[in-house]
């Protein structure tokens, strides 16, 4: 059984002045030119290798980090590897306004836990939410808890649908 409560330090992906990055597409993602590789151990070397002042992520992830972007995370190809990178990394979620509807799709058939959190932002503005904030997330819930300011928010749960795939570990796993 897979946990349903995990703890993970946040990356707030951001451009040089400090802006939440929208439309993060999945050549930004994992590039093309790395499309020949097959073997998922191999991809989180290259997770955001083409986003401009992220080129260095995999070098400085760690195991349970979350990730945190603007809207329409993932647009662009149907890539299955712009979220195997994240698999490989160790990434324990994704947390962004809106997602790219194929990226979602890959996320979820992974088993890969993905959430949209509308006024995200907002609480980032008001400092409720940092770099290297340790959060706590309740998939179940959508309970979000800033271990590091001690306060809580709350998002969408995964839907029952995506409760299963993630507990199998995802869509194809026999049993």
Same mark, same amino acid.
């Given at each position: 059984?897979?946990?349903k409560i ?21 050549? #930004?993602?994992?590039? !093309? ?14 997770a955001?290798? !083409? &986003? ?9 992830a ?17 890539? #299955? #590897? ?5 698999i ?6 994704? %947390? ?9 799709? !890959?996320?979820?058939?992974s088993?890969?836990?993905?959430f ?10 008001k ?7 340790e959060l706590?997330i ?11 300011? !001690? %306060?809580?928010?709350?998002?969408p749960?995964?839907?029952r649908? #995506? &409760? ?12």
């Open positions: 059984m897979r946990d995990f703890k993970g330090k946040v990356w707030i992906i951001r451009d040089n002045e400090k802006k939440i990055i929208d439309d993060i597409d999945t050549d #930004q993602i994992f590039h !093309n030119r790395y499309l020949t590789i097959t073997d998922i151990n191999e991809m989180g070397k290259y955001f290798d !083409n &986003l401009e002042g992220w080129n260095d992520f995999s070098k400085k760690e195991p349970g980090d979350i990730i945190i972007t603007g809207k329409n995370f993932g647009a662009g190809s149907s890539r #299955q #590897q712009a979220v195997d990178c994240f490989s990394l160790g990434v324990n979620a994704i %947390i962004s306004r809106s997602f790219g509807a194929i990226y979602k799709r !890959n996320a979820i058939n088993g890969f836990p993905i949209v959190w509308d006024n995200m932002e907002e609480e980032i503005q400092g409720n939410l940092n770099d290297r904030d706590e309740n998939i179940e819930t959508g309970e979000i808890k800033n271990l590091t300011k !001690n %306060i809580s928010f709350k998002v749960p995964l839907s649908v #995506q &409760l299963d795939i993630y507990e199998a570990g995802n869509l194809f796993k026999s049993e």
